[in-house]
């Protein structure tokens, strides 16, 4: 695992910038500092010139002061419609000739140049017992975005040594703090400023991710009646794939966070409108910390706001 004492996450968002610093001890994990500030650039996937990279290396500067985080080496995430999601369906290979699979595959499917993304995958899991062959979902990001996120990271003073991607951050902290209990699947939806991150999880295994954007040109609105159904449908639309993919495997449960879940009865409408049972999920209650000593004022309900941060603080050290 990462020395976690020694690592800081930080999640840039539209609206807020989260940093986070993990402990453990006896198997429990400790939020040790904290820090929520506000992004002073929030159109920054699009629109990122020198002045607005500046004014987020100041503003994390300023929140790593506020938390007291000496750590130097530090995790990130990114998301959004330039962060490229596929899945495979491949002959029972792996190795070097798994590697080339997913390469040529890659080839075959993506519109830009695979020399100019930095590119991963995971082989996920089957139920079959007698399968001649394997799905892989493959997730690609552009290294220019990469390479942006490392120099704002480097010009704040910190070493960055992992730049993974928010839904598979949000996978990780789910799977950690609150692993499904059983094989039928369950839905994760983090709401985001403009972005909602989604995944589909079963007992310890990662099954399906995607960023929905609805393409707005403001924060996002679900008091908007068009905006909500617009949601809807994407969700619904993800569902029937991941289901019908599976072999007909059910996504059972919801469970809800991000800034948007605070909303008096964002689950509730869910809830009538996917027909599931639909939970909101609190990542600091799954969490140890010492109020005096966290570093910056945390409100119970602004755990909601750090799962993809937490979830970077818990991955595992690559090999």
């Not at 930080?10 to 929520?36: P, T």
């Amino acid at each position: 695992m990462l020395d976690w004492k020694s690592v800081v996450s930080i999640d840039i968002g539209s609206s807020l910038i989260k940093i986070a610093q993990l402990s453990r001890s006896s198997g429990k994990v400790r939020l040790e500092r904290v820090g929520i500030i506000e992004n002073p650039i929030p159109n920054f996937r699009s629109a990122m010139d020198g002045a607005g990279e500046t004014a987020i290396v100041r503003i994390i500067k300023r929140g790593l002061r506020m938390s007291r985080i000496r750590a130097r080496d530090v995790v990130s995430s990114l998301s959004g419609p330039s962060i490229i999601v596929q899945y495979f369906k491949l002959p029972l290979v792996s190795g070097k000739e798994l590697e080339n699979a997913v390469y040529l595959e890659a080839q075959r499917v993506m519109s830009r140049k695979i020399g100019e993304m930095e590119i991963g995958f995971q082989v996920l899991p089957s139920q079959q017992s007698q399968r001649r062959t394997q799905e892989v979902i493959f997730a690609a990001a552009p290294k220019t975005m990469i390479h942006q996120r490392m120099d704002t990271l480097k010009r704040a003073g910190l070493n960055p040594i992992t730049i993974d991607i928010d839904c598979l951050a949000l996978a990780n902290c789910f799977l950690k703090l609150n692993p499904p209990v059983s094989d039928q699947g369950v839905l994760v939806l983090n709401l985001g400023a403009e972005l909602i991150n989604l995944v589909i999880l079963s007992h310890n295994s990662l099954e399906f991710i995607r960023d929905i954007s609805l393409g707005l040109k403001a924060p996002l609105n679900l008091t908007r009646e068009n905006i909500f159904s617009k949601m809807i449908e994407e969700i619904r639309r993800s569902i029937n794939y991941h289901e019908a993919r599976s072999g007909g495997r059910k996504v059972t449960r919801v469970f809800l966070t991000g800034g948007k879940t605070v909303a008096s009865n964002i689950d509730k409408l869910l809830q009538d409108n996917l027909e599931l049972p639909v939970e909101r999920w609190n990542p600091l209650k799954s969490l140890e910390f010492n109020w005096e000593k966290r570093g910056a004022r945390l409100e119970e309900n602004q755990g909601y706001l750090l799962a993809i941060t937490v979830g970077l603080g818990l991955r595992e050290k690559e090999e």
